[in-house]
């Protein structure tokens, strides 16, 4: 495996790119990854970067000071060649969001200024087109924001022990947090303004700065955000940028730092550790818990990182979803060998395969808020009996009805972290038969029908399962799967309980579909039509959506003038739509008069606040008619949320 670049720490690159003349970033500007083309080669801790004439060096996995990183020019560190090399080890907005699963001793403190590691499956990024996340009505941001360091709040640990979800409890704002949400809102309202195609390094510079003021202030979801905005201006004009998701990333900046106390003065929602996200996790002891196993999950991110995780529940006290991973730096070998192997659990001599299809009692367990469980020196655990999910007590999981499931699953999907399990649902399907791309047709209990699909293009061996189950029509199946909040019909399963397959006796009829194979089924998949896609669920707001993207890339002056699309959007019956619209072009073509009866551009606060009011308002819309869609499809009641 190719060995993983060195990562550069963002407040270094700043004070970098702010020190180099104007003339240098010019350059930077004109050409940000052509450091791309450059020959890279590592000996152990040491890269170097032969750039034809001259020769960087880097020293050490995470560079944080100048000394680490130098060059052969005489410009160094001032040149061009150090900056671009620089620049392409800029850390991503993952690197800040999550941490790798725990390993044998928990994490019980937070240390100050320690870098996260990579995101894992659990929490969820956006995954939709549209600008961002929805939020609650009333809020001028997306869901998640403002906060103290996580695991840090004494409100969290007693909703902890109180039942209730920690994520949503209330988290302390200090003013080293103020200030770094006012520095990233700053950044991120002049990002806005400018667009991400007229920022260059100077504008670069200023996220970055915002991103090491947010990590030394511990709020690792902010940090993330800037990070992930920071690379909107150097990767631009290349294929590696997507403009839906620059506008999200810019979303989650503007509603975060907001909520943390960032930009114009007024009122806004507390903070909570959801806000704050989840850096380096704390893990606190919830006693003793006895676990169902429910099924296993390979994990491989796109930065390096690869494991499995165990799905398992808890039912004392009401059903409450936990998760045992092993994910650490690797490629997608190390799924496979993790699944076989022992867990670092209580010295359990259980493997994820075996606990995935058993049981298991704890003592002394160590838990974070977002529901991952990690064994230390003090924690004991033993085999126990598992259970069937056809019998109590697990069959109750089943026994909601799947519009619900989904509705509460697209949501949890929605916000920035949520709980494990939160985005699962408990289905009962039946195999109708055809087969395509590595999706199978089912039918619920409610007689819709359905998509079993794989997670992308390179979840190959869940598509195998899948066409294996496509060729048993009639086959009845019990999912645990995950839904695609934008592709109604569409589930992502997890695991299937399938007594109808011939499996071996060990998996006692369930199949984690992404780590095991299924036996060939030695037939032809009938052909069957796929079931026709929901009408769209888009009453106009796509319209909405593309200004706001086009003022994300090409700024202020990208704001549409007349009021056609307003019209429009009130003929659709979307009269906050058109309010909305009317605030953003309105603040984006504001001019004010100087004392000398010059005309100039005010501050962009009033633009970026319009522009994340219109964004919130459109993430909620989507959601609630995917909620819709969803519930037309499952052929279930809708009950909006609250």
Same mark, same amino acid.
């Given at each position: ?19 180099? /003349? ?38 050490? /996995? ?12 005489? $410009? ?5 060649? !150090? ?19 725990? %390993? ?5 403190? +937070?240390? /100050? &200024? ?15 087109? @549209? ?25 969290? @640990? ?24 006012? $520095? ?75 909520? *943390? ?33 429910? &099924? ?24 409450? !979803? ?19 192997? &022992? ?59 799947? #519009? ?24 009962? $399907?039946?195999?109708?038969? +055809?087969? @395509? %791309? ?5 039918? #619920? ?14 979840? $190959? ?41 011939? *499996? ?10 992404? *780590?095991?194979? !299924? ?33 994300? @890339? #090409? ?10 699309? /307003? ?29 000398? %009866? ?8 009033? *633009? ?35």
């Amino acid at each position: 495996m190719t060995a993983e670049r060195p990562r550069i720490d963002p407040g270094l690159l700043a004070e970098l790119l702010e020190a180099a /003349p104007g003339r240098v970033r010019r350059k930077l500007d004109a050409a940000p990854r052509a450091a791309e083309e450059w020959d890279w080669s590592s000996d152990g801790p040491v890269w170097t970067v032969g750039t034809g004439s001259e020769t960087v060096t880097l020293i050490g /996995p995470r560079i944080t000071e100048a000394s680490q990183a130098v060059c052969t020019c005489l $410009l160094a560190p001032r040149c061009l060649h !150090l900056l671009s090399v620089a620049g392409l080890l800029a850390p991503t907005g993952d690197d800040d969001a999550d941490g790798p699963e725990p %390993g044998p001793e928990p994490e019980r403190s +937070e240390p /100050p &200024g320690e870098p996260a590691g990579d995101r894992a499956a659990g929490a969820v990024p956006p995954r939709d087109g @549209e600008p961002g996340p929805p939020a609650p009505a009333g809020r001028p941001g997306g869901a998640g924001g403002p906060a103290a360091p996580a695991g840090r709040s004494g409100a969290a @640990e007693t909703a902890r022990a109180s039942g209730d979800d920690p994520l949503t409890a209330p988290a302390a704002v200090d003013g080293d947090a103020r200030a770094a949400a006012a $520095l990233a809102w700053a950044a991120g309202a002049r990002t806005l303004a400018a667009g991400v195609r007229a920022a260059g390094s100077s504008q670069r510079s200023e996220l970055l700065r915002a991103a090491a003021t947010a990590r030394a202030a511990r709020l690792p979801r902010l940090a993330a955000a800037c990070t992930a905005v920071a690379a909107g201006p150097r990767d631009h004009a290349t294929p590696a940028f997507a403009l839906a998701e620059y506008t999200a990333a810019l979303t989650g900046l503007l509603d975060t730092s907001w909520r *943390l106390g960032g930009g114009p003065e007024g009122p806004r929602p507390a903070p909570t550790l959801a806000d704050v996200g989840i850096g380096r996790r704390s893990y606190t002891e919830v006693g003793s818990l006895r676990l169902y196993g429910l &099924g296993c999950e390979r994990v491989v991110t796109a930065s390096g990182y690869a494991g499995v995780v165990t799905h398992a529940v808890s039912l004392a006290g009401g059903a409450r !979803l936990w998760r045992i991973g092993d994910v650490a730096p690797g490629g997608p070998d190390r799924a496979a060998a993790v699944y076989g192997a &022992g867990i670092a659990f209580g010295r359990s001599a259980l493997s994820h395969r075996d606990l995935g299809r058993s049981g298991m009692v704890a003592q002394r367990v160590a838990a974070s808020a977002d529901g991952r469980l990690s064994g230390g020196s003090a924690t004991t655990a033993a085999v126990s009996a598992g259970c069937a999910w056809d019998e109590e007590p697990l069959a109750g999981l089943w026994g909601r009805p799947l #519009a619900d499931q989904v509705a509460a699953a697209v949501a949890a999907q929605a916000a920035p972290v949520h709980r494990t399990g939160d985005d699962l649902v408990f289905a009962d $399907l039946t195999v109708t038969g +055809e087969a @395509e %791309g590595g999706t199978a047709v089912v039918e #619920a209990a409610t007689g819709a029908p359905l998509v079993l699909g794989p997670d992308g293009a390179q979840d $190959l061996l869940r598509a195998r399962n899948l066409l294996r189950l496509a060729a048993e029509p009639g086959l009845a199946l019990r999912a645990v799967a995950r839904p695609v909040p934008e592709r109604p019909g569409f589930l992502v399963p997890v695991a299937v309980h399938a007594p109808g397959l011939p *499996l071996p006796a060990a998996w006692k009829g369930r199949v984690n579909l992404s *780590l095991d194979t !299924l036996p060939s089924a030695g037939s032809a998949v009938p052909s069957r039509p796929r079931p026709t896609e929901p009408p769209g669920v888009d009453p106009g707001l796509g319209a909405l959506t593309r200004v706001l993207a086009r003022i994300a @890339e #090409a700024g202020r002056e990208a704001a549409p003038d007349g009021s056609a699309l /307003p019209a429009r959007l009130r003929g659709h019956h979307l009269p906050t739509a058109a309010d909305v619209l009317g605030e953003v072009v309105g603040a984006a073509r504001e001019r004010r008069r100087t004392a000398t %009866g010059e005309s100039v551009v005010p501050p962009p606060d009033r *633009l970026a606040r319009a522009w994340l009011a219109a964004t919130t308002y459109l993430g909620a819309a989507h959601r609630h008619l995917r909620v819709l869609a969803w519930a037309e499809r499952v052929g279930g009641p809708h009950r909006p949320a609250a």
